[in-house]
């Protein structure tokens, strides 16, 4: 899994009515207000975890290459748990299951038009990884590489014939062969492939972090629905006893389920940006 990390700058008038919540709070000392999340203010507790603003793209079961909006998918994800667990909480409520499942499918359709809209860059971004995994690879279509690979055919050529040359080669095996005008040639060209491969891969990522970004409302949107929906669920069906609520419900099962979510999540190293 790679992981890229995007700050969204939020309005500063949004985050004056936020700040004053949990200024006082022990959790937030370090927050970055300029640069934080709507995701940290739904979960005010959870702000330490850091998950807020990141982008990973992840190879599926297939080899296909896709990628998540960490904040997005953990908070739809989330919601999505309260819905079945509001109607599994009553067994007089379980037929509610279908309205659920036909709920979630829209919302699953309607964040992968969004995303749609990325598609392109995406798939851009994605071919470049690819080729920085073989980066010296003449299909890459890279200048610098195929450079590379017609000094490496030459340099087979002249080692097959021409003898002189390997009997001066032999007789010198204690020289350091990295030293040599020939090898230095090779690792030049072999280190300015990779460092364009990476500045393509660079100018893809930030592209493809601006067009998220560029669609930020839309994302927003869907994930709104999801909370409306899923919250007048719990509402009307698992808050029937306020105590519940209190003690029971949103301050125990629904707290541990996103801890554990978010340290999982955490625990495959999503921290780690490529390098």
């Known amino acids: ?4 990390s995007v700050f969204n700058q939020i309005n500063d008038g949004m985050l004056e009515n936020k ?3 949990v ?5 937030h000392k370090n927050v970055d207000y300029k640069n934080v999340n709507f995701l940290q203010y739904d979960f005010k507790e959870l702000s330490n975890y850091n998950i807020a603003d990141s982008i990973d793209i992840i190879q599926e079961k297939e080899g296909h290459l896709d990628f998540i909006i960490i904040p997005y998918y953990i ?7 309260i819905s079945y667990n509001s109607i599994y909480h009553k067994l007089s ?3 509610k299951y279908k309205d659920v499942d036909a709920f979630i499918k829209n919302i699953n359709e309607k964040y992968d038009q969004v995303k749609s ?3 392109d860059i995406n798939n851009d971004l994605i071919a470049t990884i690819k080729k920085l995994e073989h980066p010296y690879d ?4 890279n200048e610098d590489s195929y450079r590379y690979d017609i000094s490496e055919e030459i340099d087979d050529r002249s080692e097959e014939t021409d003898e002189e040359i390997e009997e001066v080669e032999d007789n010198l095996q204690d020289t350091d062969s990295s030293n040599t005008p020939s090898n230095k040639k090779k690792n030049d060209l072999m280190n300015r492939t990779f460092k364009k491969m990476m500045d393509e891969y660079n100018t893809k ?5 601006q067009c998220i970004k560029n669609h930020e409302n839309d994302f927003n949107k869907i994930c709104m629905d999801m909370k409306n929906f899923s919250t007048n669920l719990f509402q009307q069906i698992s808050c029937d006893n306020i105590n519940f609520c209190d003690t029971n419900g949103i301050k125990y099962h629904y707290d541990e389920y996103i801890n554990k979510r978010i340290l999982s999540i955490k625990s495959i190293n999503l921290n780690k940006d490529i390098s």
């Open 23 to 27: 200024k006082n709070n022990e959790d």
């Open 93 to 95: 409520t379980f037929w």
């Open 117 to 119: 809209k990325c598609n």
């Open 205 to 209: 990522k930030n592209k493809l972090i």
């Open 138 to 141: 003449i299909n890459n279509k």
């Open 19 to 21: 700040k004053n919540d």
């Open 75 to 81: 908070y739809i994800d989330y919601h999505k748990h």
């Open 1 to 4: 899994i790679k992981k890229y």
